[in-house]
Nanobody, 125 residues
Framework: QVQLVESGGGVVQAGGSLRLSCAAS????????MAWFRQAPGKEIESVAA????????YFADSVKGRFTISRDSDRKMEILQVNGAKPEDTDIYYC??????????????????WGQGIQVTVSS
């Protein structure tokens, strides 16, 4: 079974930047849509950003628009979430996700069937 591995998390000061990466354990795995979600303890998972199969369309949650960007490499092996202007409310566990059936930049967690184990991002004020 394909595993996704996130990296780049940690502690950042408010206003700072962080770069999260996600790679698959199998090089042969080529997903369609790719996305990032986040979840705080006791809260529902929240969509952060998504990118379509062709990379031409993206989705961002209102809370991160203008501060976060999502990208992927040309063969869809690596996805990146660039966090700029970090805020304390961005503190969460971040998960990368990939879909084998959805081509659009979808914000529903049910559209994604492959998930990373999560990585902690903490923004200090």
């Amino acid at each position: 079974q394909v595993q996704l591995v996130e990296s780049g998390g940690g502690v950042v000061q408010a206003g700072g930047s962080l770069r999260l990466s996600c790679a698959a354990s199998e090089r042969s795995f080529t997903p369609l849509a790719m996305a990032w979600f986040r979840q705080a303890p006791g809260k529902e998972i929240e969509s952060v950003a998504a990118i379509s199969w062709m990379g031409s369309n993206t989705y961002f949650a209102d809370s991160v628009k203008g501060r976060f960007t999502i990208s992927r490499d040309s063969d869809r092996k690596m996805e990146i979430l660039q966090v700029n202007g970090a805020k304390p409310e961005d503190t969460d566990i971040y998960y990368c996700a990939r879909s084998q059936t959805t081509i659009n930049a979808c914000d529903s967690s049910r559209s994604y069937d492959c998930w990373g184990q999560g990585i902690q991002v903490t923004v200090s004020s």
